[in-house]
């Protein structure tokens, strides 16, 4: 069985002032002063030189920067895929640094809805059976709770509908609602989105943006990585990398409606 006696923080963080202190929420996610570093060969590559921020419950936010800057290797960290060479990553609260693998992965189960550029749902599968599976480990849903709550998930992201439609029987954006919904089932504590509009054409990935923007009006921390700078304009917060150091933490002060700029978008022409 999983070891679950996790490094509770029962004393508060030092407080710094930073982009997001305004808000005086929770904080979801706290990085202090972490550095990646990856040995090839003779050489060390730093891919993270130093990062630190906090992100407070509620918050959405961008991770951006130019190939190479690191958002790769933050979003491993942030998604508990790997640690540190050294500095900390505290997730809810929970200390990842010292935690083995196994205690990692659980506590990804747990805390961090992931959305992947390629969906990456099970194929022949329906999209009930997809978003159930993040239940299975969850020995709290018998399996009617677990299709209840996949069910529920499917109709908050617009797919009440399709629900037993098999992934290959379905559009890029439905199979991102999808996984959307198979992120959010577990109810966690961030959503991780890595370049989750990369794969699909521009309304599409507006029709995907308005769906992360209710998220966010619900409530939802959502973390979304992209090299793309315009999804920065409708996020509340935007991260910019460069050489594995943060170049720009910034607050959006004007954030831009998805489902204007949908409305604007030309109306798609049948040939
Ligand atoms: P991005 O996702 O922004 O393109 P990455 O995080 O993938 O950037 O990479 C940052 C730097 O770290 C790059 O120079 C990359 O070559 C290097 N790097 C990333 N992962 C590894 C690894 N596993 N081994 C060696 N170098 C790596
Ligand atoms: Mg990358």
Redesign the pocket.
Same mark, same amino acid.
Request: with cysteine.
């Given at each position: 069985m999983e070891n679950k006696t996790y490094d509770k923080v029962t004393t508060p963080l030092p407080h710094r002032e930073g982009p997001g202190e305004s808000l005086k929420g929770r904080i979801v996610i706290e990085l202090q002063n972490v550095k990646r570093y990856?040995q090839?060969g003779s050489e060390t590559?730093k891919?993270l030189r130093g990062v630190s921020f906090k992100i407070y419950e509620g918050e959405f936010v961008t991770i951006q /920067? !130019? %190939? +190479?800057? +690191?958002? %790769? !290797? @933050?979003l491993n960290q942030l998604g508990c895929l790997d640690t540190p060479t050294s500095g900390e990553y505290y997730l809810d609260g929970i200390s990842v640094r010292t935690m083995s693998k196994s205690q990692r992965a659980h506590l990804r189960n747990q805390k961090i809805g992931f959305v992947f550029q390629n969906y990456n749902l099970l194929a022949k599968t329906t999209a009930v059976e997809n978003v159930e599976l993040p239940l299975m480990y969850n020995s709290k849903y018998n399996a009617q709770q677990r299709r209840e709550a996949a069910v529920r998930a499917l109709q908050a992201v617009g797919l009440g509908d399709r629900l037993e439609h098999k992934s290959n029987q379905m559009s890029g954006g439905q199979m991102q609602r999808v996984a959307i919904a198979r992120a959010l089932v577990n109810n966690p504590a961030v959503l991780l989105a890595d370049e989750a509009t990369g794969n699909l054409d521009t309304r599409t990935s507006f029709e995907m943006l308005v769906l992360f923007q209710e998220l966010h009006r619900q409530g939802h921390t959502i973390i979304f990585v992209t090299h793309n700078p315009e999804i920065a304009e409708y996020a509340s917060r935007n991260i910019n @990398?460069r050489d /594995?150091k943060i170049r720009e933490d910034t607050i959006n002060p004007n954030i831009k409606s998805a489902a204007e700029a949908l409305a604007a978008l030309p109306i798609p022409q049948d040939d």
């Amino acid at each position: 069985m999983e070891n679950k006696t996790y490094d509770k923080v029962t004393t508060p963080l030092p407080h710094r002032e930073g982009p997001g202190e305004s808000l005086k929420g929770r904080i979801v996610i706290e990085l202090q002063n972490v550095k990646r570093y990856f040995q090839v060969g003779s050489e060390t590559v730093k891919a993270l030189r130093g990062v630190s921020f906090k992100i407070y419950e509620g918050e959405f936010v961008t991770i951006q /920067g !130019t %190939s +190479g800057s +690191g958002k %790769s !290797t @933050l979003l491993n960290q942030l998604g508990c895929l790997d640690t540190p060479t050294s500095g900390e990553y505290y997730l809810d609260g929970i200390s990842v640094r010292t935690m083995s693998k196994s205690q990692r992965a659980h506590l990804r189960n747990q805390k961090i809805g992931f959305v992947f550029q390629n969906y990456n749902l099970l194929a022949k599968t329906t999209a009930v059976e997809n978003v159930e599976l993040p239940l299975m480990y969850n020995s709290k849903y018998n399996a009617q709770q677990r299709r209840e709550a996949a069910v529920r998930a499917l109709q908050a992201v617009g797919l009440g509908d399709r629900l037993e439609h098999k992934s290959n029987q379905m559009s890029g954006g439905q199979m991102q609602r999808v996984a959307i919904a198979r992120a959010l089932v577990n109810n966690p504590a961030v959503l991780l989105a890595d370049e989750a509009t990369g794969n699909l054409d521009t309304r599409t990935s507006f029709e995907m943006l308005v769906l992360f923007q209710e998220l966010h009006r619900q409530g939802h921390t959502i973390i979304f990585v992209t090299h793309n700078p315009e999804i920065a304009e409708y996020a509340s917060r935007n991260i910019n @990398l460069r050489d /594995g150091k943060i170049r720009e933490d910034t607050i959006n002060p004007n954030i831009k409606s998805a489902a204007e700029a949908l409305a604007a978008l030309p109306i798609p022409q049948d040939d």
